[in-house]
């Protein structure tokens, strides 16, 4: 008979034990880090979904590959692995290591833009979009509109609207425009894909233009796995098939090996353009090290090599979304107010929803993910106004259509136990959704304010309405 259930296609060898903690400590402890879940110390998370980058679990291969590292200062192997690894995978002659995906996005940025040109996405990446606009960029969103509405269906909400494309390139003109940004999956849209069918387009109208067109390929293979199930025509093809055809689309990729590739640090830039990747590689030996280990040592190299052929792995990408799937559902049952469909990395709680008694200028999202460290112990990450950050000439505050707090899930690293204890959680925490305080800044910094800013609650009597209430029967109590 045919089986319907699914196991992880890995088993436990090596174990981190958790520390539980009381409600009286988690209080404490995000008081101290000023609301901010990233400034709490890790020894005091139970579960820890902040992120998916470089939270990964590594293989057993992959720890094998990092004693098989050769820190040789230039030439190492480790770096010709993963050139042969990446060249393979996802098809770039010109591969460049990086420290993350960040140092890609930076020398991207340098080497393309030029102060007054104008940067088209499908929507923005805090970090992305911060190196664009320090190099003198504009950028310009030109998503499809369904894609800031948290509860609408439709499959593809990472696609690009060819006619917000099409009015940008008449208004500035193609010249002032080195690249189309293109995300795979698109992060602040709550994981959303992009269909193979626009990226094909898009493709189609930046030849036709002299465009580039470049990828944040950081999750491309959640992207593929998305295309596979969802998009007519492809379920026969494997997903390391699809991937190769939408790098194929691309003139170049920043990547962060973080996420997709199962490695706790390393990126990398793959570029097509001869004259691009030269000047790429004299930047990467200014900002990051030589260009054939980019502020890696080779065992980083090494393991991310591996992790990039693990990654392309058909019962790894189904489990790792089916885990993801998994958390969702249980929250979609209980009628926790999440965006939809479930994306490939992370849950996305509507905090606006969730929370409406706040108004946008106390931070719903943030205060959210603070309440619910109070509650369980469990990081989450605001995805909302406090991303957002402020307009850059009037400083005002940002309001983006989602208010989000992500719940991000490690590769290989928790278990479906886990998600069962995150789901009575935030059910536990929505049954109080009412006495939750928002919350004002202490501190801003001037960039990613999300990082590093603190806040108080906005009432003084602390996060919650009825601060004295005894612990709920949560695993954490």
């Given at each position: 008979?045919?089986?319907?259930?699914w196991?992880?296609?890995?088993?436990?060898?090596?174990?981190?034990?958790?520390?539980?903690?009381?409600?009286?400590?988690?209080?404490r402890?995000i008081?101290?880090?000023?609301?901010?879940?990233?400034?709490?110390?890790?020894?005091?998370?139970?579960?820890?979904?902040?992120?998916?980058?470089?939270?990964s679990a590594?293989?057993?291969?992959?720890?094998?590959?990092?004693?098989l590292?050769?820190?040789a200062?230039?030439?190492?192997?480790?770096?010709?692995h993963?050139?042969d690894?990446?060249?393979?995978?996802?098809?770039?002659?010109?591969?460049i290591?990086?420290?993350q995906?960040?140092?890609?996005?930076?020398?991207?940025?340098?080497a393309?833009?030029?102060?007054?040109?104008?940067v088209?996405?499908?929507?923005?990446?805090?970090?992305?979009?911060?190196?664009?606009?320090?190099?003198?960029?504009?950028f310009?969103?030109?998503i499809v509109d369904?894609?800031?509405?948290?509860v609408?269906?439709?499959p593809?909400?990472?696609?690009?609207?060819l006619?917000?494309?099409?009015?940008?390139?008449r208004?500035?003109?193609?010249?002032?425009?080195?690249?189309?940004?293109?995300?795979?999956t698109?992060?602040?849209?709550g994981?959303?894909?992009?269909?193979?069918?626009?990226?094909r387009?898009?493709?189609?109208?930046?030849?036709?233009h002299?465009?580039?067109l470049?990828?944040?390929?950081t999750?491309?293979?959640?992207?593929a796995?998305?295309?596979?199930?969802?998009?007519p025509g492809?379920?026969?093809?494997?997903v390391?098939?699809?991937?190769?055809?939408?790098?194929?689309?691309?003139?170049?990729?920043?990547?962060?090996?973080?996420?997709?590739?199962l490695v706790?640090?390393?990126?990398w830039?793959?570029?097509?353009?001869?004259a691009v990747?030269?000047?790429?590689?004299?930047?990467?030996?200014?900002?990051?090290?030589?260009?054939?280990?980019?502020?890696?040592?080779?065992?980083d190299?090494?393991?991310?090599?591996?992790?990039?052929?693990e990654?392309?792995?058909?019962?790894?990408?189904r489990s790792?979304?089916g885990?993801?799937?998994y958390?969702?559902?249980?929250?979609i049952?209980?009628g926790?107010?999440?965006v939809?469909?479930?994306?490939?990395?992370a849950v996305?709680?509507?905090a606006?929803?969730?929370?409406?008694?706040?108004?946008?200028?106390?931070?719903?999202?943030?205060?959210?993910?603070?309440a619910l460290?109070?509650?369980?112990g469990?990081?989450s990450?605001e995805?909302?106004?406090?991303?957002?950050g402020?307009?850059?000439?009037?400083?005002?505050?940002?309001?983006?259509?989602?208010?989000?707090v992500?719940?991000?899930i490690?590769?290989?690293v928790?278990?479906?136990?886990?998600m069962d204890?995150?789901?009575?959680s935030?059910?536990?925490?929505?049954?109080?959704?009412?006495?939750?305080?928002?919350?004002?800044?202490?501190?801003?910094?001037?960039?990613?304010r999300?990082?590093?800013a603190?806040?108080?609650?906005?009432?003084?009597?602390?996060m919650?309405s009825?601060?004295?209430?005894p612990?709920?029967a949560?695993a954490?109590?």
């Amino acid at each position: 008979m045919s089986r319907q259930s699914w196991a992880e296609p890995w088993r436990i060898k090596v174990v981190e034990p958790l520390r539980m903690t009381s409600r009286a400590e988690r209080e404490r402890a995000i008081r101290d880090a000023g609301y901010n879940t990233f400034l709490l110390p890790s020894d005091d998370v139970y579960i820890d979904l902040l992120t998916d980058s470089g939270t990964s679990a590594m293989s057993d291969r992959q720890w094998a590959g990092m004693m098989l590292g050769d820190e040789a200062y230039a030439g190492s192997r480790n770096f010709y692995h993963l050139q042969d690894a990446v060249r393979q995978y996802y098809g770039y002659p010109h591969v460049i290591p990086t420290h993350q995906g960040r140092g890609a996005e930076h020398t991207l940025s340098r080497a393309l833009i030029k102060p007054g040109d104008h940067v088209p996405g499908n929507m923005y990446f805090t970090t992305t979009r911060a190196h664009q606009e320090l190099a003198g960029a504009t950028f310009h969103d030109i998503i499809v509109d369904i894609a800031h509405d948290p509860v609408s269906e439709c499959p593809f909400k990472g696609d690009v609207d060819l006619s917000k494309l099409d009015a940008l390139v008449r208004h500035v003109g193609a010249d002032r425009i080195p690249y189309v940004s293109v995300a795979a999956t698109v992060n602040m849209a709550g994981g959303q894909p992009i269909s193979l069918a626009n990226l094909r387009a898009v493709r189609a109208f930046t030849r036709a233009h002299g465009i580039r067109l470049i990828l944040d390929a950081t999750r491309a293979v959640e992207n593929a796995w998305f295309i596979q199930q969802r998009e007519p025509g492809q379920k026969s093809r494997t997903v390391a098939e699809i991937l190769f055809e939408m790098c194929a689309l691309s003139d170049g990729a920043t990547m962060s090996g973080k996420k997709d590739s199962l490695v706790n640090i390393g990126g990398w830039l793959g570029l097509r353009e001869d004259a691009v990747a030269d000047e790429a590689r004299n930047l990467v030996v200014l900002f990051e090290g030589l260009h054939s280990y980019g502020g890696l040592a080779g065992r980083d190299l090494e393991a991310m090599a591996i992790g990039i052929e693990e990654s392309v792995r058909e019962e790894h990408i189904r489990s790792r979304i089916g885990q993801v799937l998994y958390l969702g559902q249980a929250l979609i049952d209980a009628g926790i107010p999440v965006v939809r469909p479930i994306g490939g990395h992370a849950v996305y709680l509507d905090a606006a929803a969730m929370l409406p008694h706040l108004p946008r200028d106390q931070f719903p999202a943030q205060a959210l993910a603070a309440a619910l460290y109070v509650e369980s112990g469990i990081r989450s990450m605001e995805r909302g106004a406090v991303s957002a950050g402020r307009d850059a000439l009037t400083g005002a505050n940002l309001y983006p259509a989602l208010e989000l707090v992500r719940l991000t899930i490690p590769r290989r690293v928790y278990t479906q136990a886990h998600m069962d204890v995150v789901a009575e959680s935030v059910i536990a925490l929505h049954e109080v959704r009412e006495q939750v305080h928002g919350l004002q800044f202490t501190y801003e910094p001037q960039r990613l304010r999300f990082f590093q800013a603190r806040f108080k609650p906005v009432d003084a009597a602390g996060m919650f309405s009825d601060a004295e209430r005894p612990e709920r029967a949560l695993a954490m109590s």
